[in-house]
């Protein structure tokens, strides 16, 4: 008996124990089949180790960055005098108000992105919506279930920013006791505020459903956006590594300004004033009194929309605004699958953020990198390794935005089949997958190269050739990732065909990208810097290697992607999950 048919009996049998109108012992079964879900992807051999080795180590390289630069400027920051004279308790309070402050938006947006899955398009929610559960007995459930996520977000965001501070500044026992309660507290407001925002999000996803370009550039924008924030604190990473230059931004004006806006910034104002000792009865006032209103307001706007959600979901999709339109004339068989290629794109919009957009935002990321690493390496080193260094940058966040071509097959779901029994050559199929996604790669690697050489960070012709390397070892991304996917396809079992969640295949496909760049671009990197460090002639050996390394890697991507392709495809019947 499988999971979802034992949760049936269990409710048949749940009891009317209730507080506020949530059932207790639902609850406590709807955690259990939490848990039970969760354990089985370990049994079913579907636990993509990869990945989460490949997040941790993400993680544990942020962290330990963090502590390195943050506890360096916490120093500086302190040391800043205003009025003639320092004030370390005014500098502290302000610098953890900043730093709670951002890691409330991110649990914020994390939130509201986990909320929107969980109650309004996770797989098992047609079957809730036909069982006698009312819509505040699952809000809480689902509620409970995120709060253990963002616990432990909070534990590793707030315990880093604590140890850190305490590290340089130097606290009393009193500041870890009310650490631990801070993690505890934080996700309690931090769920409550996404909750009251997931109705807004909602109707804005409803709103931009169908509006595909609208969808797509506004993403765009806010990716780049994004971004462009992070490369400031990139810049500000250089500057606390090359000097002390960075301390004198910080003057009477500007100590003045953060002040100002610290002092609004609530409720990151409260947990700093607790950390700090000041105001500590009021502001712990305030923060259960934010986590209590907002949860409630919660319940309240969730409980009203939500049952109404269910029961639109369990009758189906909404009838679409576009309007149908009829073959009139038979086109090229490469063109038709190229457009359904597109269109099955562009039309979702997690895969339209993970591919089209981050595509079109890499020749920023690639800018905004090589402007910081070239001044780095300058100075740091003293020699000139701009081409070398734009090679590694280019490979390695070349490889970042293939990742979608990770679900080159499973995203078309059962589509697969009906394609599979059409008179088209299986040449033709994943041509047309390969040829999209060069396209696409190629557009943004050019746009890349573009980007360096008119920034007069490399030549014309290293330009050239930074970008003819970039779309080669694109093309065995793709090819790898497409032949991959095949031979582990996936489909999603959901009406729509949408994959929500990533498969091993895409960590593989990063993994190998990272080793890559790092292979090709850091080598020649190291032996640039070593020849020019023992006068070496070094010539065109950067050309040479990289070049050559792009050849044969690239014949032996096809190779893999045609070697007993046709027998594979004709023979063809997996894709469960």
Not at 18 to 23: L, Y
């Amino acid at each position: 008996m499988n999971t979802r048919t034992e949760m049936s009996g269990r409710y048949a049998a749940t009891g009317t124990k209730t507080r506020g109108g949530v059932n207790l012992r639902t609850v406590r079964a709807l955690l259990r089949k939490g848990q039970e879900e969760r354990r089985s992807q370990f049994k079913a051999g579907q636990f993509d180790f990869l990945g989460f080795l490949l997040r941790l180590v993400l993680v544990g390289a942020i962290v330990a960055l963090f502590v390195v630069f943050f506890g360096q400027f916490t120093e500086m920051y302190v040391a800043v005098k205003t009025a003639g004279r320092t004030d370390v308790f005014a500098r502290s309070t302000e610098l953890l108000t900043i730093l709670y402050t951002a890691v409330i938006v991110g649990m914020v947006v994390g939130g509201v992105g986990q909320l929107g899955r969980e109650l309004f398009t996770a797989d098992d929610m047609k079957i809730f919506s036909a069982m006698p559960i009312n819509a505040r007995t699952l809000f809480v459930a689902r509620l409970l279930s995120i709060y253990r996520g963002q616990l432990v977000i909070a534990l590793v965001a707030v315990l880093t920013v604590n140890a850190t501070f305490a590290w340089k500044v130097g606290v009393t026992l009193a500041f870890w006791i009310m650490t631990v309660g801070i993690c505890f507290l934080l996700p309690l407001i931090t769920i409550g505020i996404a909750a009251l925002i997931v109705p807004v999000f909602q109707v804005i996803k409803r709103f931009l459903r169908e509006r595909y370009v609208l969808m797509f550039l506004l993403v765009t924008v806010l990716l780049g956006v994004g971004f462009w924030l992070y490369s400031l604190i990139l810049g500000g990473v250089k500057e606390l590594l090359l000097g002390d230059s960075l301390k004198y931004f910080f003057n009477e004006k500007v100590m003045n300004t953060i002040g100002r806006v610290c002092s609004f910034l609530y409720p990151a104002r409260w947990f700093a004033s607790i950390m700090t000792g000041s105001e500590f009865v009021w502001s712990w006032v305030g923060l259960v009194l934010t986590a209590a209103v907002s949860i409630l307001l919660a319940l309240l706007i969730i409980n009203t929309i939500l049952t109404r959600a269910l029961q639109a979901r369990n009758q189906g999709v909404a009838q679409s605004m576009l309007k149908s339109t009829c073959l009139t004339d038979r086109g090229p068989k490469l063109s038709a699958l190229l457009k359904k290629e597109f269109l099955l794109i562009f039309r979702t919009p997690s895969y339209m953020f993970s591919y089209f957009s981050v595509a079109f935002i890499m020749p920023l990321m690639v800018y905004f990198c090589m402007d910081v690493g070239a001044s780095l390496v300058e100075n740091l080193v003293g020699l000139d390794c701009n081409l070398e260094l734009a090679l590694f940058l280019t490979i390695l966040f070349g490889a970042l935005t293939n990742t979608f071509c990770a679900t080159n097959i499973s995203r078309d779901g059962e589509m697969f089949y009906t394609v599979k029994a059409m008179p088209l050559n299986f040449k033709t199929v994943f041509f047309s997958k390969i040829v999209l996604c060069l396209i696409v790669t190629a557009i943004s690697q050019v746009a890349s190269a573009l980007v360096l050489g008119c920034s007069g960070t490399v030549g014309a012709l290293d330009a050239l050739f930074i970008a003819c390397v970039g779309i080669l070892f694109s093309f065995v991304n793709i090819a790898i990732a497409t032949r991959y996917d095949f031979n582990h396809a996936k489909f999603s079992t959901e009406d729509d065909g949408e994959i929500k969640e990533s498969s091993g295949t895409v960590s593989t496909i990063i993994v190998m990208g990272m080793v890559l760049s790092f292979l090709v671009g850091g080598a020649v990197f190291l032996l640039k810097i070593i020849a020019q460090l023992r006068q070496f002639q070094y010539g065109f050996l950067t050309y040479i290697l990289a070049s050559g390394f792009a050849a044969i890697a690239a014949g032996l991507a096809a190779f893999y992607l045609l070697f007993r392709l046709k027998r594979k495809y004709y023979e063809f019947s997996g894709g469960g999950i």
